[in-house]
């Protein structure tokens, strides 16, 4: 099976930066994925790490170590739209995606 | 191109019902996924299709639950008799492959069953 971790909420001033960790443990690796998703929508894709390092993607990036099981999302130039739930998905060596709890992102003027 | 398509979009039902949500996954997309997702939790996999072909139903409760996919493309999932701990919402994802891509979700089926 997978167990992923992640916190549960926090809240950052617009303009801020803010780090959402995530933590896993899982059989066989074959990617990790961040989702956003705001409140009674569906999930939408932000990033895909399945290689060490990080990977930029305008105002979001995504970092990944393989060996810690560990990674974070970096979000930059907070913006009110911001304001969602960030899910931290897992792929395992069964190609299963497996999401986290979701970290819920509070963007206060 | 048209995203996922699901219906219905919400649904009330009370206890011991049957219920059916369909799905329309993006054109191409060999890979389909039904999630169930409780409010402040992560989406949850049901079931994993392969074209027509259930790979994963592991965590699919299969007393009540069903699912198919007939021809490879739309699918259905059934709940019968639905019990109170059922309401979720009910999403629908594919990708083009099972290592292939990130996952497109639809709207979802808001269940709620009194």
């Known amino acids: 099976g997978q167990n992923i971790d992640q916190p549960t909420e926090m809240t950052a001033t617009e303009g801020a930066i803010v780090q959402i960790n995530c933590t896993y443990q899982?059989?066989?690796?074959?990617?990790l994925f961040w989702y956003q998703q705001h409140a009674g929508e569906a999930p939408t894709f932000l990033s895909y790490?399945?290689?060490?390092g990080l990977e930029e993607k305008g105002r979001f990036s995504s970092f990944l170590s393989r060996s810690k099981g560990y990674s974070y999302l970096l979000l930059k130039e907070l913006q009110m739209k911001d304001s969602a739930s960030y899910l931290c998905?897992?792929?395992?060596?069964?190609?299963?995606?497996?999401f986290g709890k979701g970290n819920q992102v509070v963007v206060i003027p | 191109e048209a995203g996922v398509v699901q219906s219905p979009r919400y649904k009330i039902i009370e206890k011991k019902q049957p219920v059916a949500f369909w799905c329309n996954p993006i054109?191409?997309?060999?890979?389909l996924y039904w999630y169930r997702q409780n409010l402040g939790q992560g989406p949850e996999l049901l079931i994993r299709?392969?074209?027509?072909?259930?790979?994963?139903d592991s965590q699919l409760p299969k007393d009540r639950f069903s699912a198919e996919r007939l021809k490879g493309v739309d699918s259905t999932l059934k709940i019968q008799p639905a019990e109170l701990g059922d309401s979720a919402v009910y999403l629908c994802a594919s990708s083009l492959g099972p290592r292939t891509g990130e996952l497109f979700f639809g709207e979802g089926s808001r269940l709620t069953v009194l």
């Open positions: 054109s191409g997309h060999n890979t």
């Open positions: 299709y392969e074209n027509e072909e259930a790979v994963d």
């Open positions: 790490n399945v290689l060490d």
């Open positions: 899982t059989s066989g690796f074959n990617g």
């Open positions: 998905a897992v792929r395992d060596g069964n190609n299963r995606l497996a």
